[in-house]
């Protein structure tokens, strides 16, 4: 199968909006996510400042999954894959091409809010990509996780297409 990764762009923004009230686990919709005053407007807003950035995975020309992160925060604000196109490695390379941008303009600590419940799949999936627990809690009972600055990613990260 070939998947295609780059960097998202703004044509990208509705079906990342589609896709993330489809995951599997953990769904938001458009209207929860409007609630939260994060909207496709405020979505484009924000890409086109910098403010965050995102990657996106297509197959053919369907969007199967996207990242988002936040500078200079350093937040990965979310990853979300495809229910079919899980288990891939789609997510962890989302996940780390966030991560290098983050990291390539400056953001030294890079975390995360993340479920706590171990049964479902990002709570293994962040640890397992060395991910760990600060023992913090935000106010929706998420546990924020974080990376140490400057750890090496599993290979280069550039704009291309694989094979999974
Ligand atoms: C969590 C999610 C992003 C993972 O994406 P994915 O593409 O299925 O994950 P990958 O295939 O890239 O997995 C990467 C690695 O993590 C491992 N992994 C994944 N889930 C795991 C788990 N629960 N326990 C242990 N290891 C796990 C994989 O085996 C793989 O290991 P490898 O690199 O050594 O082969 C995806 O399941 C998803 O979109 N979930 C719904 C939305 C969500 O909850 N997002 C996170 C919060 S915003």
């Given at each position: 199968m070939t998947l295609?990764?780059?960097?998202?762009?703004?044509?990208?923004?509705?079906?990342?909006?589609?896709?993330?009230?489809?995951?599997?686990?953990n769904p938001i919709s458009a209207g929860e996510l409007a609630v939260l005053d994060i909207t496709p407007e405020?979505?484009?807003?924000?890409?086109?400042?910098?403010?965050?950035?995102?990657?996106?995975?297509?197959?053919?020309?369907?969007?199967?999954?996207?990242?988002?992160?936040?500078?200079?925060s350093g937040e990965i604000?979310?990853?979300a894959v495809s229910p079919d196109f899980e288990g891939r490695g789609i997510g962890k390379k989302l996940l780390h091409s966030v991560m290098e941008s983050l990291q390539s303009r400056g953001c030294a600590r890079l975390w995360l809010a993340a479920s706590p419940d171990p049964g479902v799949r990002s709570y293994g999936f962040y640890r397992h990509l060395g991910w760990r627990p600060t023992g913090q809690t935000d106010a929706h009972g998420d546990e924020i996780l974080e990376r140490t600055p400057n750890h090496r990613l599993e290979r280069p990260v550039t704009p291309n297409s694989d094979v999974a």
């Open positions: 295609t990764f780059r960097e998202a762009r703004l044509g990208d923004i509705p079906a990342m909006f589609e896709l993330r009230g489809r995951t599997r686990e405020s979505t484009m807003t924000s890409i086109a400042s910098g403010r965050t950035c995102s990657w996106v995975c297509l197959h053919g020309a369907s969007l199967v999954g996207f990242a988002t992160g936040n500078h200079p604000l979310v990853v």
